[in-house]
């Protein structure tokens, strides 16, 4: 009984402590970046951060609520083509209309929800990618928005984001990084919160977690939704930076969602830590290979399979294996004072 | 007194199988029911028709008077019943601490260091205090039922479905469960516990109910439900174990 009142409950290790001083310092290093490093660099780093937040949020939908989906291109697209019809036929600013875009397709991802959460497995993620292909054809017939062949936003338009090419690209980068911080934070409190206990029970056992007052159904669509307006959010910044759309670049399943499953089986589902090696070692794969043209895809798709079978927890479960270490401490410890 | 909880007339098949064939009784406030019945008797059935994670083809379930039988299983949960599910059904990837969190947050709806005081004091309660930060995975299956029970006890149910927690438990350790469970009654818990220990079970019980075949064969006091020359038939030889 003694011990009852004296609990105290604690997340963070000595661990997780240096790690955050190591955010903060990449952080700061990521925030100078404009300010000495090339265009290049920008651009990759750009590139860097729009994949690593839908590495975050496929991984939120799939390796914390277990729903598997192939169609998250469905959102990016989304998010692409409202940033364009609000920039070219609203005059809204395009960084405005960024987290305009995600709204929108929060509420649009609602009734998808409907559809796709009467299937389980194997169907839900044929659904998901159905859906997305639907968007596609659906966009291909709007000719306001360049049908079949796409559109690119007029240079007048494209002179108006900001005061010069240099400032643009430093505009750019800027909401990317917001993005990308924005995106972690918000799947690492959602995960430290009583939804990501929620999560967890329904992973490890539906009826339990349903027993102990869990709302199933609600807590999956709230990821959904979720997870679906980040997406929209990068999907616009992913067309802001290309300047240009079309509907097969816009809804590619190649792109914007067979590459983030790599990313995220490599570098370990289920994780926050994953995410981010995933997309280390994708951009790093993708470097080394950039010459060889389509062996590419294949040395992927093959790096794959051998790491879901060898390792199904990715590089970060290989790490954790031999070292308890939490970089994003999630779990409680109590401890007697 | 109005009863805490009435079941009428609780119908369930699955195919030709009847499970649950015309049962009806009720619990008032404080009670204890203690359920009995041979293996595949349509015990745990009666459970999950009660709890919510089964419909009944027919039948009510009224909860404090209120309608319960098209509610979710998490609607019936925050209302105030708790169960335990005689398979154990750990949160393997979290810490017994955790696992005590989910109910204290979402059916009992505490938040923060309530929520973490409930979850500690019904560890002390449970004798899992020591695994605490230990994943569920890693209990055995004694630990497993214990923690079955105290998730049940996270939700602070006013009424608590237990089924088959006492198995496998040494003499000493069934003392324990049966003493835990009386002075849960004191605290007010409705009761309703299936379990084959009939000794056990009858140390806590005010009434038994007899089920076999899914059909309600018996229910009253203790020893004269016992005592029952059609319940010996069917019983005896779980009794005699
Ligand atoms: N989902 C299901 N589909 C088909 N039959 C089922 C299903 N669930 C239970 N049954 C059958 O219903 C009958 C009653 O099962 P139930 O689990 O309620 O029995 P029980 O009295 O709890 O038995 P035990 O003492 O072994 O726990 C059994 O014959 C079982 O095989
Ligand atoms: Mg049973």
Redesign the interface.
């Known amino acids: 009984m003694s011990r009852i009142s004296s609990f105290e409950v604690s997340r963070s290790t000595r661990a997780s402590k240096v790690a955050l001083v190591g955010w903060i310092v990449i952080l700061g290093v990521l925030i100078s970046v404009p300010f000495w490093a090339g265009r290049g660099d920008m651009r990759f780093l750009i590139e860097f951060a729009y994949y690593l937040t839908l590495a975050q949020m496929w991984n939120l939908l799939a390796g914390y609520a277990g729903l598997v989906s192939v169609g998250q291109q469905a959102f990016v697209g989304l998010g692409g083509y409202m940033l364009f019809a609000a920039s070219v036929y609203f005059g809204i600013h395009p960084v405005i209309a960024i987290p305009i875009a995600g709204v929108l397709i929060a509420l649009i991802s609602i009734p998808t929800a409907f559809v796709v959460f009467r299937l389980r497995g194997a169907y839900f993620a044929i659904g998901t990618w159905v859906v997305a292909e639907v968007f596609r054809l659906l966009f291909a017939q709007i000719s306001s928005l360049g049908g079949g062949s796409g559109m690119s936003i007029p240079a007048k338009i494209v002179k108006e984001i900001a005061s010069g090419r240099t400032e643009r690209d430093m505009l750019i980068y800027f909401t990317a990084l917001v993005i990308l911080v924005a995106g972690t934070a918000m799947v690492y409190l959602l995960m430290r919160s009583k939804y990501g206990l929620a999560l967890t029970a329904i992973r490890d056992s539906e009826p339990a977690s349903d027993s102990l007052g869990v709302n199933i159904f609600k807590t999956k669509l709230t990821i959904y939704v979720a997870s679906a307006a980040v997406t929209g959010v990068v999907g616009a910044l992913i067309f802001l930076q290309k300047l240009r759309i079309s509907p097969d670049v816009a809804f590619s399943l190649q792109d914007w969602t067979a590459a983030v499953i790599f990313i995220v089986v490599i570098g370990g589902i289920g994780t926050i830590e994953g995410p981010i090696i995933g997309t280390l070692i994708y951009f790093g794969l993708r470097s080394l290979l950039s010459d060889y043209g389509s062996i590419y895809m294949i040395v992927l798709g093959c790096v794959a399979v051998v790491m879901m079978l060898w390792a199904p927890k990715g590089v970060w479960g290989l790490i954790t294996q031999k070292f308890d270490l939490q970089l994003f401490p999630v779990n409680r410890r109590v401890t007697w004072k | 007194m109005t009863a805490l909880l009435e079941v009428q007339n609780l119908h369930k098949s699955y195919g030709s199988l009847k499970v649950t064939e015309d049962i009806s009784f009720s619990i008032n406030r404080g009670e204890a029911l203690g359920v009995i019945g041979p293996n595949g008797a349509g015990k745990s059935t009666l459970f999950n028709l009660i ?3 089964i419909r009944p083809d027919s039948g009510t379930v009224l909860f404090n008077g209120l309608d319960v039988t098209n509610f ?3 609607e019936r ?2 209302k105030g019943i ?2 335990s ?1 005689q398979i154990p ?7 017994v ?2 696992n005590l ?3 204290a ?5 505490l938040k923060g260091q309530d929520a ?2 409930l979850a ?2 019904v560890l ?1 309660r449970t004798g899992l ?1 020591e695994k ?2 230990r994943p569920a995975g890693e209990l055995t299956l004694l630990e497993r039922k214990r923690l079955e029970l105290a ?1 049940a006890l ?2 602070q149910p006013a009424l608590l479905l237990l089924d088959e927690i006492a198995g496998g438990l040494t003499e000493h350790e069934c003392h324990e469960l049966v003493e835990l469970i009386n002075s849960l009654r004191k605290e007010g818990i409705t009761l309703i516990w299936i379990e084959h220990i009939v000794h056990a079970l009858v140390s806590v019980v005010d009434r038994l109910l007899v089920i076999d075949f899914g059909v309600k064969l018996d229910e009253g006091e203790p020893h004269a439900v016992m005592n029952n020359p059609k319940v010996q038939e069917i019983y005896m030889g779980i009794s005699a174990e």
């Open positions: 709890a919510g994670g979710h299983l998490h949960s925050i708790g169960r599910f059904h750990p949160f393997g990837g979290m810490t601490f955790e969190l989910v109910g947050s979402f059916s009992a709806k973490e005081a500690i004091d002390d205090l605490a930060n998730k996270s939700t």
